[in-house]
């Protein structure tokens, strides 16, 4: 079956924009620093020059922070709704507009080292292996680094998302 030039080249122009991968592509995510051409620490503007369009934006005023505080966060997210809050690209930054958080639910990006939403977990320790892990009652985490950070959401022996975060 021949393939159309136009699809080839409305696909590289997509993953060169760091927007949501389609079917078969994938999108790198960068430990520590980002997804696709987006980078963390980066204005809201440039990442959405890169990104393109959010299917929707929420502001969260009361957002709870790690240490327990609330600010004020602007909630960006890419790609069709997967229920649940879920898309397959959220995007978090802060008042000053600056991007502290990225995050996917898409088995369409991959780390550097091939980990994606539905990896196993032991494929992730296995790539991973100083990340530290704290399991919780649904979730466990894993965490490489210390900040900036990427994170690894395990449930059911699965990996549901990876943050790379501030």
């Not at 539905?118 to 009652?137: I, V």
Request: charged letters at 20%; glycine letters at 12%; a positive charge.
């Amino acid at each position: 079956m021949a393939r159309s030039h136009g699809t080839v080249l409305i696909c590289s122009v997509a993953l060169a924009l760091g927007l949501a991968p389609a079917a078969h592509a994938t999108v790198k995510v960068y430990e520590g620093k980002g997804v696709g051409s987006a980078r963390l620490g980066r204005s809201v503007t440039y990442n959405l020059s890169k990104l393109g369009k959010p299917a929707k934006t929420v502001v969260d005023r009361q957002y709870r922070m790690a240490d327990g505080s609330t600010r004020t966060v602007y909630i960006h997210s890419f790609g069709k709704s997967m229920g649940g809050g879920r898309y397959p690209l959220i995007m978090y930054s802060n008042r000053a507009k600056t991007t502290f958080n990225l995050t996917v639910y898409s088995s369409g990006y991959v780390t550097t080292k091939g980990i994606r939403v539905g990896s196993t977990e032991t494929a992730l320790r296995t790539s991973y292996p100083t990340a530290k892990r704290r399991r919780g009652a649904v979730y466990t985490r894993y965490v490489v680094g210390a900040g900036p950070a990427t994170e690894f959401w395990v449930r059911s022996g699965k990996v549901y998302s990876v943050t790379v975060r501030r």
